[in-house]
């Protein structure tokens, strides 16, 4: 067995934290993701840069912030070129494979590049008897999306090198919309009430025109989504829960199966004596809101969409049961897994390694600040509008710049600029804007100061009207 430690990755597509009980998550169990969690550490501050799908993966790959990329938004597939950190493992003589999601686009320019082995969904992909990509054309295999996914990065270390290390990317494309389970978890839940959360009626009240123009309601859930007629004589009051309960089920019985598969592997890698020497981690490319402020969906720095869900075990740096509240960001995943790995971190890449923090140390100067961007503006189907700001520990300050800024997939007319600033201690759901409170005066200042810091940084522009 070679010193250098293997690396499984195991990303699903729009998983949140507060579904998988290791985080508290009241609506669900999840025995094999706390596997990982009891195994090693668990992380509370883990934040995307971007909160959307595409974006957040190229994030992941390069280390880089989206303007660096150039992936910043649905419409902007990744240039394959880019150095990504499966490449620069690679080339240090690791096997490197992926499967299952890519969504970086396709063809010549945009295919998986850095991967001795790739089988990966067109697109979004289905998932049922899905299609995949394979280097030798598109094939079409029987069966459900994430039990395959799980299928073939299994067979892969099966047929692996064992004089050599591995770094296996298993991307699912569950639990994403429209959420259709499989049939071992089809009635699941059945007859239950899972609890809607506190913000189910938010009527943002205190906030920006964006958060009341978002379409991400359940009263926007489409009949692809509910999978079920609307029963008759229901108040709209009644139609929002029921609809709500049809969603978050679905949704539910997605993730069940991703844990199942999720065991699976980490069982594999017991029955090889595998786990010692191999970092495993469970993420998700963004956070959801599972009705929360009434919503389905992302894109929004609030809470519920910014967090990503972030375990990882690895034994030989990981105290077992171990809880990290420092931030750590979608940019630091790569130069973290190189630092493990012991390859050099190229200067260009813009996160930075948290591997002390595994071990329980916090390095002097560690952030405790950080930046995010959403560069789509009143998308067709979300109408989620542009914006920048900072979350610290203990607050976050959100500029809606309102500006689609000519961004592919980002639509006109642009709108008036608007702030929120919301006190995460006194208000950590993040229901009441306190941007004009005279009180927090000094914070906005220090806020706004700290975000212009941070945008020169990693080497982004102010918006300018
Ligand atoms: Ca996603």
């Known amino acids: 067995m070679s010193s250098r430690p293997n690396l499984i990755f195991i990303m699903s597509d729009d998983h949140a934290a507060h579904a998988i009980s290791a985080y508290g998550g009241r609506i669900n169990q999840t025995p094999h993701l706390d596997r990982i969690a009891a195994n090693g550490m668990r992380f509370d501050n883990c934040f995307c840069t971007n909160s959307i799908c595409t974006p957040s993966r190229a994030a992941v790959l390069t280390g880089t912030y989206n303007h660096v990329n150039g992936v910043t938004t649905l419409n902007t597939p990744m240039d394959n070129r880019l150095q990504t950190y499966p490449k620069l493992m690679q080339a ?9 999601k ?27 008897d899905p299609e995949f990509l394979t280097p030798e054309g598109t094939v079409t295999i029987e069966g459900y999306v994430t039990d395959l996914i799980t299928d073939m990065s299994l067979d892969w270390l099966e047929r692996r ?14 639990p ?3 959420w259709e389970p499989d049939a071992k978890h089809a009635s699941m839940y059945e007859g239950e009430t899972i609890p809607e959360p506190h913000t189910f009626w938010d009527d943002y009240a205190t906030r920006s025109a964006a958060a009341a123009a978002a379409k991400m309601h359940m009263l926007d859930l489409v009949e692809a989504d509910l999978k079920a007629p609307i029963p008759e004589g229901l108040t709209e009051k009644e139609e929002v829960s029921w609809r709500y309960q049809r969603y978050i089920k679905d949704y539910l019985r997605c993730v069940a199966s991703i844990d199942d598969n999720v065991g699976r592997v980490l069982d594999y890698l017991d029955e090889n004596d595998l786990t010692d020497d191999t970092i495993v981690v469970y993420t998700s490319d963004q ?33 077992p ?3 990290c509240g420092e931030i750590v960001l979608n940019v630091d995943f790569a130069p973290t897994f190189l630092e493990l790995a012991g390859l050099a971190v190229p200067g260009d890449i813009q996160g930075t390694s948290f591997r002390s923090l595994l071990g329980g140390e916090t390095p002097e100067g560690w952030q405790t600040s950080m930046y995010y961007r959403y560069w789509m503006h009143r998308d067709e189907d979300h109408d989620v509008w542009a914006h920048y700001g900072v979350r610290t520990l203990g607050h976050k300050l959100i500029y809606f710049y309102n500006d ?29 804007n306190v941007y004009d ?13 700290e975000l212009a810091r941070l945008q020169d940084v990693v080497g982004d522009e102010p918006h300018t009207t």
């Open 287 to 319: 956070g959801f809101f599972l009705g929360d402020h009434g919503w389905f969906d992302k894109r929004f720095m609030y809470e519920e969409s910014l967090a990503m869900p972030f375990l990882m075990q690895y034994p030989r740096e990981i105290e």
């Open 321 to 323: 049961g171990s809880v």
């Open 92 to 100: 240090a003589g690791y096997q490197t494979a992926v499967f299952g």
């Open 404 to 432: 689609p800024l000519g961004q592919p997939g980002a639509l006109g007319p642009s709108d008036p600029p608007e702030w929120e600033l919301f006190d995460l201690e006194a208000d950590p759901f993040e229901v009441n």
């Open 176 to 178: 994403h919309r429209h």
């Open 102 to 128: 890519w969504h970086l686009g396709h063809g010549p320019a945009h295919d998986p590049t850095g991967f001795d082995e790739s089988v990966v969904l067109p697109d979004q992909g289905e998932y049922h």
């Open 437 to 449: 409170d005279p009180a927090y005066a000094g914070v906005v200042a220090d806020l706004q100061r």
């Open 161 to 174: 090198d064992t004089a050599r290390p591995f770094a296996l990317m298993i991307h699912h494309k569950a």
